[in-house]
């Protein structure tokens, strides 16, 4: 890929932005009289959802626009079948589902409304909400409040203010991926186009990688393939049939590297962070000043190393003063 020869960084990739300044305390935004729905006429797109949810048989508690951006919001009552989780959205946390149903269930209340936008005649899709969601259900519940708010493509961007129960790499990458692919249409703009939803282009490499192999070890690889990997100029479909092959070969690197772990285990060499520790040894941007390789020349030379890794040279010693992500990261 080429290189901007000021920056040193892949051409298509953006460049850091600038720290954002200072606001001073109450500046921005909205008066609290102002957030009321009676201080403005509600534009079109927001009176039309209203008779909308009515006849599918939710209810509007309250319409308000919200303190920063002045944009609307309907606060609703919503019939709990009529309500998914968009369907690119991380898997359920069994674990963390119960817990929330069981403090549920104690106290009696449900206090947090979720974040919805409308997907269909009586379906909604809530992109901040799964556990929640799941949650009430186990409760029994008949209806959630939710924040339902006029503009789709919300459902996106709230993505990257979900703190419902932090990511670990496997979850936000799966969760980036699924994004992609609902996005990869016929029409869909160039993918660094979606860098503000994606975050960033490692995440959607290796989201394919743990779609392919559920027990990829993604901490292992991830310091390297964030250091080298872009986003592309390319329509997204175009993008995503490039990374699919990057991610085939990322599969193929960590298919030797499991095969040197294996060895090393057979010569009674045992650590929590024995697949990290070869990564690093086969990783020669650890060196390299200036100008990077793109993302393919890097996996590739990364390979040609991993196949020519001599276990034999390994002592105890090394693997002592080594550390790094655990080998399992995320799952």
């Known amino acids: 890929m ?3 020869p000021k920056t040193k960084r892949p051409a298509s990739r953006r460049p850091r932005k600038a720290p954002r300044k200072k606001v001073a305390a109450g500046t921005v935004g909205l008066a609290v009289a102002d957030m009321r729905a009676t201080a403005a006429p509600a534009p079109a797109p927001v ?6 949810d009515q006849a599918y048989g939710g209810a509007v508690l ?5 303190p920063l951006g002045g944009h609307w919001v309907l606060f609703v009552a919503l019939p709990i079948e009529q309500v998914a989780p968009t369907p690119y959205q991380r898997d359920l946390s069994e674990a963390h589902v119960k817990r929330l149903t069981d403090v549920i269930a104690k106290t009696g209340r449900f206090l947090d409304p979720i974040i919805a936008v409308r997907a269909g005649a009586a379906l909604y899709h809530t992109p901040n909400g799964h556990h929640r969601l799941a949650a009430l259900r186990k409760n029994g519940a008949k209806a959630i409040p939710a924040l339902l708010v006029p503009e789709p493509e919300v459902a996106l961007e709230i993505l ?3 703190t419902e129960k932090a990511h670990n790499l496997r979850e936000k990458s799966l969760e980036v991926v699924r994004m992609a692919r609902a996005l990869a249409q016929p029409e869909a703009k160039p993918e660094i186009d979606y860098a503000l939803y994606f975050e960033e282009p490692a995440f959607v490499t290796i989201g394919l990688c743990y779609e392919a192999r559920p027990r990829f070890s993604g901490g292992a690889y991830a310091s390297a ?8 100029a390319a329509p997204l479909p175009a993008a995503l049939a490039a990374r699919e092959a990057s991610a085939r070969r990322l599969l193929e690197l960590d298919y030797l ?4 772990v294996a060895q090393l285990k057979e010569r009674g060499l045992t650590s929590p962070y024995l697949k990290s520790f070869v990564v690093a040894r086969v990783n020669p941007l650890r ?18 190393k991993a ?3 001599d276990v034999a040279k390994v002592s105890p010693q090394d693997l002592s003063a080594s550390g790094g992500a655990p080998d399992e990261e995320g799952g």
């Open 2 to 4: 080429a290189s901007d």
């Open 307 to 309: 196949r020519s890794f």
């Open 62 to 66: 309250a319409p308000y626009r919200e």
């Open 225 to 232: 393939v964030r250091r080298v990997d872009a986003f592309s």
């Open 287 to 304: 060196w390299m000043q200036g100008e990077l390789p793109g993302l393919d020349e890097a996996i590739g030379m990364m390979i040609d």
């Open 47 to 52: 009176a039309e959802l209203v008779p909308a």
């Open 257 to 260: 590297v499991a095969a040197a």
């Open 160 to 162: 990257a203010l979900n």
